[in-house]
């Protein structure tokens, strides 16, 4: 789900989204007839739910666009209405980010857009990043707001910025992925060690500030680090 919302969609979720006290059944269908594309998220347990093939069938009848999401589900395994859409696999990151654009194909990032202060709103480690045309370079500090512990340089493309990462006053280096949320205020995404690219970690930014601090200036983001 929050690759989802980072990619600027609305979602709707029932165990989040539906009060204690509705019913859901109403609720459901009501979500269903408004909404643009129902997701189903097809697992080993979830492909036999009859409630996963009555959201499907109040797909169909709405004509809405109706995505199977496979988790270690093969598309023969589907039932009908389901097998006659088109699935996608999201097992992986790049199947998830295929997924992404082709539900939420939005404009460019802006001019400028990625530049300013970020947070991450569970750790607090801090990232500044200055983005000129499809160029972005940044620094992070993992705590006091006031350091460079490490670098960012990557590229931007639509609204996806993959970017390499190296900390300085270490051997530690590697990439990453994250997507900006349409409303500019919200990067989600992974990164990973070099050399270990199965192991990734998740990454959330949220907008802070458009300023850049003092003790950061215009030559520190033009340096080769």
């Not at 990454?203 to 340096?223: A, S």
């Amino acid at each position: 789900m929050s690759h989802l919302e980072g990619a600027g969609l609305r979602c709707f979720i029932a165990e989040k989204d539906i009060s204690a006290g509705d019913l859901w059944e109403p609720r459901i269908r009501d979500v269903i007839r408004e909404a643009k594309s129902v997701l189903l998220l097809i697992t080993p347990r979830s492909k036999n739910s009859l409630w996963v093939a009555a959201e499907a069938g109040a797909a169909w009848a709405y004509e809405k666009n109706l995505v199977a999401c496979l988790m270690f589900v093969e598309p023969h395994e589907l039932i009908e209405p389901i097998r006659k859409h088109q699935a996608r696999r999201v097992e992986t990151q790049g199947e998830i980010d295929l997924l992404l654009r082709e539900l939420a194909p939005s404009q460019p990032a802006k001019l400028d857009e990625l530049t300013g202060q970020w947070v991450d709103p569970v750790d607090g480690d801090t990232a500044y990043f200055r983005q000129v045309g499809t160029r972005v370079t940044g620094f992070y500090d993992y705590g006091s707001g006031t350091r460079k512990v490490g670098v960012y340089r990557g590229t931007i493309k639509g609204r996806v910025l993959t970017y390499r990462w190296r900390w300085l006053e270490r051997s530690l280096s590697g990439q990453g992925q994250m997507t900006l949320s349409k409303d500019g205020q919200k990067l989600v995404g992974e990164w990973w060690h070099a050399g270990t690219p199965e192991k990734t970690e998740a990454v959330r930014y949220n907008r802070m500030l458009k300023q850049m601090p003092d003790w950061l200036n215009e030559e520190d983001f033009k340096k080769d680090l």
